[in-house]
């Protein structure tokens, strides 16, 4: 019986292949787009899971209330970590992380390499997180100093294989001295916040390690703790306040929290100077889930749409096995297997769509998903189950509307399948279209937001510069003579010196501030440049003055911004003196506000020393440079740099290429945006076009009784469209409350956003109109457009 119900629904598939190819082309469209969307979910859901222990894990994360307002950062003191394993039972162990310097130089016969994603890490390291292993003793493999762990490319890329690669040497230079591989591992798992390619050993090339771990005063030491299993972690919570008053100094006001290893991807949008390089948005898995959802429903709407209206074709056959004795559940079972068929069909499709279109997905979410067993192995009975699901849930109301028509009706030539179907269609068609023009509304909204922020004054030049990273001590011994030596090229305009530039990626430094009366401390970065770096940058100097360069005079003052003045309630800065680490400084200049960091952030507090202070080295050149001689300018920069640093390879970047990282997660939801909007309007416009087509079918005779009373071909236009009209203007208002909601909230993630107006929203509604149009025209002036002798011949 059912090889019989499957044989036909091929059959009747075969037969109407027009009908068939719309439904299976939406259906092909809803399963590949979801399914590639769901991949994207289930990865990001998956972010440090897969780690044996991760629900016992958890970062120590520092909070500070010393400004205006509570900040986080991912970095705690070095002995917070051991410490906690002493006095607590609950925790089992503790690894610690550290970073100092930008990057890892080393050089293997004659080549320089340089790698930033590195850590110093405790041996303990890999009794907290699993990863997986090619050679070497995880236990062992970080005891001693002067020993390092890489990862397979580096392995492959240095030394052809693990194997190889195992007991060599990587001279890491004066500082680190010469290290031995001990260990290899496979690549960091993408959906681990923690990345790096190298690891090396405590407390290797650091002479004043000793003393820093022990140092409760400290920063800098990225801290995980790991509970035991019995571990009730809200009693241990309870206990941090004491922790805090036995060894902390009262004054330094510092606090923290536990944050459980699998909440870190997701909710660490507030935490600063973190290990994690990619922060996720919850908001945007559920973007892309309803994205992918609203493909699904779509592709099904299509099919019950054309399904309900191909019915009244299809009476004769229903009638003729009614009559021959064919039960209801029969008839039912008969058009949900059609349904299923063509959803398997469609899923059969999809697979090889999905294989063309995966690298493009990957550009697209910045993911590097693979086509194979193991990728898709895990999600295939998911898709089947979607599959089946969305061939039931496709054909449940035409079945059922199929078989509760009469045969004695249907055999007379009378046969409707009632006002509620035609409702139905018309309600249908209306879901479409207002999930069509959300998706619409939310890529008009995205792109507009992102442009906004492209275009917003910063509060000084972004483009035109090289930054070129300072990556050993030479270099920054020969500072000035460089900059001279950078200059002396046309294509290179200015030079200034820094320790961070506006825009870092780096962690920035962080120092405690007093007013000259206050007892209060307020946590502030800090940056530290030349005299020459506001004239680079364009940064405005609303009060005082810049630096002079005098080295004596210009270490004793500060620079500091309108954003700290006001935290410390300072009035007339100008002289006045503030405390910074125990030292006092000089107001010398108050800067204009500018945006050092995202727009996703207000503007911060921020002191500016001089290149040479106590707090911080100088790090970058910020060469400015002539726009139509860009190459030119990085070719000088080189062999500027090779000429003073042999030790080290250039590590440059243009800095707007660095804001542009800032706002990778946005670009991505505005992409999924315009390709979802695309594809859900595209999807909808086959039922339309379908749709106009049977009806108008049916409306044939009507069409040419209108014609030869004299209707024109604009009449008849408007005639048969103005239902599709008034449909997506309904649609249009159930849609724009939804998207304003939506879209309203996206929005207040930016400190800085544009203003949502009307255009927005009258643009979607006119280009869905102009759309909807366009899909059932053809089929209008077609239908219009035949000679009237034709159709009522037979009358």
């Known amino acids: 019986m059912f090889k019989n119900f499957i044989k036909i629904a091929i059959r009747n598939i075969t037969r109407n292949k027009a009908y068939s190819a719309i439904n299976i082309l939406g259906l092909t469209l809803g399963i590949t787009c979801s399914s590639l969307l769901f991949l994207f979910v289930i990865d990001e859901q998956g972010y440090d899971k897969f780690h044996e222990n991760a629900d016992n894990i958890y970062r120590v994360v520092e909070i500070d209330s010393t400004g205006d307002e509570t900040r986080y950062f991912g970095q705690t003191t070095p002995p917070v970590g051991p410490t906690m394993v002493e006095d607590y039972e609950e925790v089992k162990n503790y690894v610690r992380l550290f970073q100092f310097g930008g990057h890892i130089n080393f050089e293997k016969e004659g080549t320089k390499y340089a790698e930033r994603n590195y850590y110093f890490a405790d041996s303990r390291l890999f009794e907290v997180f699993d990863f997986e292993w090619v050679m070497g003793d995880p236990s062992t493999a970080l005891s001693e100093p002067n020993t390092t762990v890489i990862d397979e490319d580096w392995a492959v890329r240095l030394f052809g294989s693990p194997e190889k690669a195992m007991g060599q040497e990587m001279d890491a230079g004066e500082r680190m001295g010469v290290n031995y591989v001990t260990g290899v591992i496979k690549p960091v798992p993408q959906n681990s916040h923690l990345q790096f390619k190298i690891l090396v050993s405590l407390p290797t090339g650091m002479d004043f390690f000793p003393e820093y771990v022990n140092n409760w005063s400290t920063y800098g030491a990225y801290t995980y703790v790991q509970l035991d299993e019995q571990a009730n972690f809200e009693s241990l919570e ?10 902390f100094d009262p004054e330094d006001n510092r606090n923290f ?13 507030q935490v600063e100077f973190g290990t994690d390089q990619s922060k996720g948005e919850k908001a945007y898995i559920y973007i892309f889930i309803a994205v992918g959802i609203f493909m699904l429903l779509i592709a099904c709407i299509n099919y019950m749409n054309l399904a309900t209206a191909k019915s009244l074709h299809r009476g004769k056959e229903i009638g003729m096995r009614k009559v021959s004795g064919a039960l209801r559940h029969q008839l039912i079972i008969q058009f949900l297997s059609e349904s299923v068929v063509m959803s398997l069909l469609s899923l059969a499709l999809s697979v090889g769509l999905v294989d063309l279109l995966l690298p493009y997905f990957n550009n697209l979410t910045d993911k590097q998903f693979m086509f194979n067993t193991e990728t898709f192995g895990g999600i295939f009975s998911l898709l089947f189950l979607i599959t089946i699901i969305v061939g ?6 035409p079945a059922f509307l199929m078989s509760k028509l009469k045969p004695a009706n249907i055999l007379k030539g009378s046969m409707s399948t009632g006002r509620g179907s035609v409702m139905l269609r018309k309600v249908l068609v209306i879901t479409q279209f207002t999930l069509s023009i959300v998706m619409i509304i939310a890529t008009i909204v995205a792109s507009n937001q992102l442009s906004y922020i492209q275009n917003q004054s910063l509060g000084f030049d972004k483009d035109q510069l090289i930054i070129v990273d300072i990556n050993s001590g030479q270099t920054r011994a020969r500072a000035e003579t460089m900059v001279t030596e950078f200059q002396n090229s046309p294509y290179i305009e200015k030079v200034s010196v820094s320790s961070r530039v506006p825009g870092e990626w780096k962690n920035l430094a962080q120092v405690y501030v007093k007013g000259e009366n206050s007892n209060d401390s307020l946590r502030s970065n800090y940056m530290g440049f030349d005299e020459r770096m506001l004239d680079v940058y364009n940064i405005e100097l609303v009060a005082g003055e810049n630096f002079s360069g005098n ?8 620079l500091v911004n309108e954003s700290l003045v006001r935290s410390l309630d300072i009035k007339e800065p100008i002289g006045k003196l503030i405390s910074i680490g125990g030292g006092d400084y000089k107001i010398a200049g108050v800067l204009k506000n500018f945006n050092f960091q995202s727009l996703h952030n207000e503007i911060a507090p921020l002191v500016v020393g001089y290149q040479y202070n106590a707090f911080q080295q100088i790090d970058y050149f910020s060469l400015k440079f002539d726009p139509e001689h860009a190459q030119e300018a990085v070719a000088h920069a080189s062999s500027v ?5 042999a030790s080290t390879p250039i590590e440059y970047h243009f800095l707007d290429d660095q804001w542009a990282l800032f706002y990778t997660n946005d670009r991505r939801a505005s992409n999924v945006f315009a390709v979802g909007a695309s594809i859900t309007i595209f999807i909808a416009c086959l039922g339309l076009f379908g749709l106009a087509s049977f009806i108008i079918q049916k409306r044939t005779k009507e069409i040419g009784v209108r014609k030869v009373l004299g209707a024109s071909l604009g009449d008849l236009f408007l005639l048969l469209s103005k239902t599709f009209v008034y449909q997506v203007c309904i649609a249009f208002l159930i849609a724009t409350p939804l998207a304003w909601y939506f879209m309203n909230d996206w929005l207040d993630s930016f400190a800085y956003r544009f203003s949502l107006g009307v255009t927005e929203f009258l ?3 006119v280009v869905a109109l102009v759309i909807a149009l366009a899909s059932v025209s053809y089929r209008v002036f077609k239908a219009a457009r035949v000679n009237p002798a034709n159709t009522l011949k037979d009358e």
């Open 238 to 247: 309870e206990k941090v306040p004491d922790f805090i008053a036995s060894h």
């Open 257 to 269: 929290y536990l944050q459980p290893l699998t909440d870190i991807h997701f909710n660490s949008k």
């Open 392 to 397: 039931i849930i496709s054909g449940l109301y």
């Open 551 to 558: 080295n004596t005079t210009d270490s004793l003052q500060v």
């Open 641 to 645: 740099h090779d000429q003073f640093d």
């Open 763 to 765: 643009i979607a509604g």
